[in-house]
């Protein structure tokens, strides 16, 4: 494995000047968590455009297929689709080791005009959190699980064939399997070291709960630091696999029949070097701080189920018997609730939210847990008796909104969201969800035509 390389301004001149960088990809994190920008010449970037470069108003509102529809206050077709000013963050800059003499950084938005940071970036969201959490006292550290499915077929393939013929490239489920993960080393082996090589700290994979299906671990580390390898790791994943001839997604229910793909987030709390959610004289070493901020989560679960769950087909994986939750609660090793409490008794204890989907944004999700932990913490909220046993069977414990449709109105309810990021940015993604909603409504689906053809 090649060893990590920390690429820092200085070093990116020095490669750039040797011809071993010639290409860089300045990027900014979108809506839905896809990078976003552009590739400079090396050269031009280290003598101008790492102090900024600019991008159109319309990629903080827009949608999955890259339409610009109506109904944002923050940009439109009448106020002319201005630009927005990408701003590297040089502490980003990276290799990137499956790319020839390319190296990325990430960059935050400013405003055009008020050069202030854009509200409802998600990368600003998150970081604006970050900073309400260090007036308390407080670092999160974060970690997310990346699952998806490999396919034999590459994207091409599969596009071409109107997404019928579908084969993932595993056979059987494979949760924990090594001689089936094996099969899938031509694409998990250099994902992992290429990850690990541009200074992602990567843990392993492992083989998921279905045919086909793979989850990649990266190490906990600060909330926006853990944001940043998700994004990336993501973009590796559909990048490296293109290379090697195979489709990847990353859509939480690609068939009714399959287990879906989830991405949990762990977090705790830190001050001085030491957790503040353990105390060895608590039950279960859990602090009163670490109970108020799982009351907040849970007593603010559905005001931020859309950042955990932004689209149609997010809410088809939340099922029975799925290891998906679909009941607010929260229990001590369970992985049928929603938050599932781990590493209890000990300095690692956290609690993992087992909510979000694959295809979430992490810095939209990890931002909106934050506001909640934060308000619990500040209200002193206390926590809720543990759920054991099945929650699937529980008919009484408040349910996961079902749907887009619900987790939009609990969102456009949300005076706890509205306190934490601003009534406007609340607006914007309450109209994000809407174009979704919008846009599906539109389409006559194979389950209607299958279904009605005949015998209607």
Same mark, same amino acid.
């Given at each position: 494995?090649?060893?990590?390389?920390?690429?820092?301004?200085?070093?990116?001149?020095?490669?750039?000047?040797?011809?071993?960088?010639?290409?860089?990809?300045?990027?900014?994190?979108?809506?839905?968590?896809?990078?976003?920008?552009?590739?400079?010449?090396?050269?031009?970037?280290?003598?101008?455009?790492?102090?900024?470069?600019?991008?159109?108003?319309?990629?903080?509102?827009?949608?999955?297929?890259?339409?610009?529809?109506?109904?944002?206050?923050?940009?439109?077709?009448?106020?002319?689709?201005?630009?927005?000013?990408?701003?590297?963050?040089?502490?980003?800059?990276?290799?990137?080791? /499956?790319?020839? $003499?390319? =190296?990325?950084?990430?960059?935050?938005?400013? !405003? @055009?005009?008020?050069?202030?940071?854009?509200? *409802?970036?998600?990368?600003?969201?998150?970081?604006?959190?970050?900073?309400?959490?260090?007036?308390?006292?407080?670092?999160?550290?974060?970690?997310?699980?990346?699952?998806?499915?490999?396919?034999?077929?590459?994207?091409?393939?599969?596009?071409?064939?109107?997404?019928?013929?579908?084969?993932?490239?595993?056979?059987?489920?494979?949760?924990?399997?090594?001689?089936?993960?094996?099969?899938?080393?031509?694409?998990?082996?250099?994902?992992?070291?290429?990850?690990?090589?541009?200074?992602?700290?990567?843990?392993?994979?492992?083989?998921?709960?279905?045919?086909?299906?793979?989850?990649?671990?990266?190490?906990?580390?600060?909330?926006?630091?853990?944001?940043?390898?998700?994004?990336?790791?993501?973009?590796?994943?559909?990048?490296?696999? /293109?290379?090697? $001839?195979? =489709?990847?997604?990353?859509?939480?229910?690609? !068939? @009714?029949?399959?287990?879906?793909?989830?991405? *949990?987030?762990?977090?705790?709390?830190?001050?001085?070097?030491?957790?503040?959610?353990?105390?060895?004289?608590?039950?279960?070493?859990?602090?009163?701080?670490?109970?108020?901020?799982?009351?907040?989560?849970?007593?603010?679960?559905?005001?931020?189920?859309?950042?955990?769950?932004?689209?149609?087909?997010?809410?088809?994986?939340?099922?029975?018997?799925?290891?998906?939750?679909?009941?607010?609660?929260?229990?001590?090793?369970?992985?049928?609730?929603?938050?599932?409490?781990?590493?209890?008794?000990?300095?690692?204890?956290?609690?993992?939210?087992?909510?979000?989907?694959?295809?979430?944004?992490?810095?939209?999700?990890?931002?909106?847990?934050?506001?909640?932990?934060?308000?619990?913490?500040?209200?002193?909220?206390?926590?809720?008796?543990?759920?054991? $046993?099945?929650?699937?069977?529980?008919?009484?414990?408040?349910?996961?909104?079902?749907?887009?449709?619900?987790?939009?109105?609990?969102?456009?309810?949300?005076?706890?969201?509205?306190?934490?990021?601003?009534?406007?940015?609340?607006?914007?993604?309450?109209?994000?969800?809407?174009?979704?909603?919008?846009?599906?409504?539109?389409?006559?689906?194979?389950?209607?035509?299958?279904?009605?053809?005949?015998?209607?």
């Amino acid at each position: 494995m090649t060893e990590t390389k920390q690429l820092t301004f200085e070093t990116l001149k020095s490669d750039v000047n040797d011809g071993s960088i010639d290409t860089v990809l300045v990027c900014l994190v979108d809506m839905q968590g896809r990078l976003m920008g552009k590739r400079f010449h090396a050269q031009s970037f280290v003598e101008s455009a790492y102090q900024e470069t600019h991008c159109c108003t319309y990629l903080l509102a827009t949608d999955l297929e890259m339409e610009t529809p109506d109904g944002y206050a923050s940009t439109s077709w009448e106020a002319g689709y201005g630009d927005y000013v990408m701003k590297p963050d040089l502490s980003t800059l990276r290799y990137v080791p /499956w790319l020839e $003499g390319t =190296a990325m950084v990430l960059c935050d938005v400013i !405003d @055009h005009s008020t050069h202030k940071p854009v509200p *409802h970036s998600p990368r600003e969201m998150l970081k604006g959190q970050i900073a309400k959490l260090a007036s308390l006292g407080y670092t999160a550290y974060m970690a997310t699980e990346l699952e998806f499915f490999l396919f034999k077929e590459s994207f091409e393939e599969l596009a071409n064939s109107n997404y019928k013929q579908m084969t993932p490239i595993g056979a059987y489920n494979e949760d924990y399997h090594i001689f089936q993960t094996t099969k899938e080393e031509g694409v998990m082996r250099p994902l992992r070291n290429h990850l690990y090589e541009m200074g992602i700290p990567v843990e392993g994979s492992k083989g998921e709960a279905e045919a086909g299906q793979e989850e990649l671990n990266i190490k906990y580390d600060e909330a926006l630091a853990c944001a940043d390898h998700h994004t990336i790791a993501k973009h590796a994943t559909k990048e490296i696999a /293109w290379q090697q $001839g195979h =489709a990847v997604t990353f859509l939480p229910k690609w !068939d @009714h029949t399959r287990i879906g793909s989830s991405s *949990h987030v762990h977090q705790s709390l830190w001050k001085d070097g030491n957790s503040v959610f353990f105390d060895e004289k608590c039950e279960l070493g859990k602090s009163e701080i670490m109970d108020s901020y799982i009351a907040g989560l849970i007593a603010y679960a559905m005001d931020y189920t859309y950042f955990m769950a932004p689209y149609v087909n997010s809410y088809k994986r939340f099922a029975k018997g799925s290891f998906a939750p679909t009941k607010i609660v929260w229990s001590v090793d369970n992985r049928t609730a929603a938050f599932r409490l781990c590493g209890a008794g000990s300095s690692a204890i956290r609690v993992e939210c087992r909510v979000p989907g694959s295809d979430m944004n992490p810095y939209l999700a990890q931002s909106a847990m934050l506001a909640a932990g934060i308000k619990g913490i500040e209200e002193k909220m206390k926590l809720p008796p543990e759920f054991t $046993g099945n929650v699937y069977k529980d008919s009484e414990a408040e349910s996961i909104p079902g749907n887009l449709y619900k987790a939009i109105e609990t969102l456009r309810a949300s005076n706890m969201l509205k306190e934490a990021f601003g009534e406007e940015v609340v607006k914007h993604y309450v109209r994000c969800g809407e174009v979704e909603i919008e846009e599906f409504e539109k389409v006559v689906t194979d389950w209607e035509v299958k279904r009605g053809f005949e015998r209607v």
